[in-house]
């Protein structure tokens, strides 16, 4: 069954990473919102293998049911062309990004690959007992704190993009 | 297949989504494919965080997930909102465009 779950796991992984790179290479903006939409639903899997169902679902829908479609609608409505290259700038450009990618990667890579993690056992990450903790005194008021966030948000984003009288 | 090293390759995993959102975010000059590129970034911390929870048994990483979430599904309504309201104005979604705020 662990030996399942590891094959689930790395063939997740892989296809969340093959997607993200489709995303960034990609030209045209419609094709990556859908390859983004791919590595989304493939981390919510890799999330239920962490032992986070609550964190899984949530994933599938807030990011694939609600941003995702969000970011479609707008590029629906906008109407976005092919991005055409620029040939001197853009390689410049391209040779210095993938050269700071790779630094950061062989940085960090360095301090994961040094970490041991010892995983604790009886991990209990069910919706109950998320619940009791982010209804809990430490986090109630934060939790609170987030829908007087949402209510800005939903207005900010209605004042910015209505049409101007 | 022990769940240590599940916990460390998706560690790993998280870094390497962070930096191919990065080097999009260099990388690409469509507004909204730079968006998209700072959510895969918001995603690959979301992934670490849970790896995290997972390594020390504790639920708190799992609730900055959730916070994380909330902040970018309101980040994301507000943005596109923002590049709606610039696109009325120029016409465009290149990133080189949008130079509104320089002296």
Redesign the interface.
């Known amino acids: 069954m662990?030996?399942f779950?590891?094959i689930l796991?790395?063939v997740f992984?892989g296809l969340?990473?093959l997607s993200?790179?489709v995303?960034?290479a990609q030209r045209n903006?419609l094709y990556?919102?859908f390859a983004?939409l791919v590595?989304?639903c493939s981390?919510s899997a890799?999330?239920g293998?962490?032992?986070?169902p609550?964190?899984a679902a949530?994933?599938i829908v807030?990011?694939a049911g609600?941003?995702m479609v969000?970011?479609l609608f707008?590029?629906m409505?906008?109407r976005?062309g092919r991005?055409e290259p620029?040939p001197g700038r853009q390689r410049v450009?391209?040779t210095?990004?993938?050269g700071?990618?790779a630094l950061?990667?062989a940085q960090?890579?360095a301090v994961?690959?040094g970490?041991?993690?010892?995983?604790?056992?009886?991990?209990d990450?069910s919706t109950r007992?998320?619940a009791r903790?982010?209804f809990s005194p430490q986090?109630v008021y934060?939790f609170e704190a987030?829908s007087i966030?949402?209510v800005?948000?939903?207005v900010?984003?209605?004042v910015?993009?209505r049409?101007e009288p | 297949?022990?769940?240590?090293?599940?916990?460390?390759?998706?560690?790993?995993?998280s870094?390497?989504?962070f930096?191919?959102?990065?080097?999009?975010v260099?990388?690409?000059?469509?507004v909204?494919?730079v968006?998209?590129?700072v959510?895969?970034m918001l995603?690959a911390v979301?992934?670490s965080f849970?790896?995290f929870?997972?390594?020390?048994?504790t639920?708190?990483a799992?609730?900055l997930?959730?916070?994380v979430?909330?902040?970018?599904?309101?980040?994301?309504?507000?943005g596109?909102?923002?590049?709606?309201?610039i696109?009325?104005h120029r016409d465009t979604?290149d990133l080189d465009a949008f130079n509104l705020m320089k002296w």
């Not at chain 1, 293998?49 to 986070?52: C, P």
């Not at chain 1, 970490?115 to 991990?123: C, D, E, K, S």
């Not at chain 2, 979430?69 to 507000?78: F, G, H, I, N």
Request: aromatic share 8%.
């Open positions: 662990e030996l779950e590891a796991f790395y992984a969340s990473l993200a790179v995303m960034v903006p990556s919102a983004l590595t989304i981390l890799i999330f293998l962490l032992g986070s609550f964190i949530l994933q807030v990011y609600a941003i969000l970011f707008v590029l409505l906008l976005v991005e620029e450009l391209k210095v990004a993938i700071l990618g950061l990667l960090l890579g994961i690959a970490i041991r993690p010892q995983v604790a056992r009886g991990f990450a007992s998320m903790v982010l986090y934060v987030t966030l949402i800005g948000a939903l900010g984003a209605v910015l993009a049409k | 297949m022990s769940p240590d090293r599940i916990v460390q390759s998706a560690l790993l995993l870094l390497a989504l930096v191919v959102g990065v080097v999009g260099f990388l690409r000059r469509n909204i494919t968006f998209m590129c959510e895969l995603n979301n992934l849970v790896a929870s997972r390594a020390l048994g639920l708190d799992q609730v997930v959730f916070f979430l909330t902040v970018a599904a309101a980040e994301a309504a507000v596109l909102a923002i590049i709606i309201a696109h009325r979604l």
